[in-house]
């Protein structure tokens, strides 16, 4: 990748930030600031999808069970996790 371009991934990424950290100011919802962490780990994954393997790993010890209803649970967050890891094999 040229530098030019990746100057310009840089600053529409930080462009986008402070937009989104404007917006977090101003609805006063702190959590909108992890908007873009959770883009620039979807762009890394859509380069390397070995990296959500990885991150699976990571997380499987501390999954938990959690009962959507009485008879429906899922392990949280492993098995979507899982499910992404499976489909980005596939792909």
Request: hydrophobic share 60%.
């Amino acid at each position: 990748m040229p530098l030019a371009a990746l100057k310009k991934f840089f600053w529409g990424f930080g462009i986008f930030f402070v937009l989104v950290a404007a917006l977090a100011m101003y609805a006063t919802q702190p959590k909108l600031l992890v908007l873009p962490f959770f883009m620039l780990f979807f762009l890394w994954v859509c380069h390397d999808p070995f990296v959500l393997f990885w991150t699976l790993i990571a997380f499987l010890p501390w999954s938990i069970e959690y009962n959507v209803t009485e008879t429906l649970g899922t392990d949280l967050p492993t098995e979507p996790l899982m499910l992404l890891t499976t489909f980005a094999t596939m792909c």
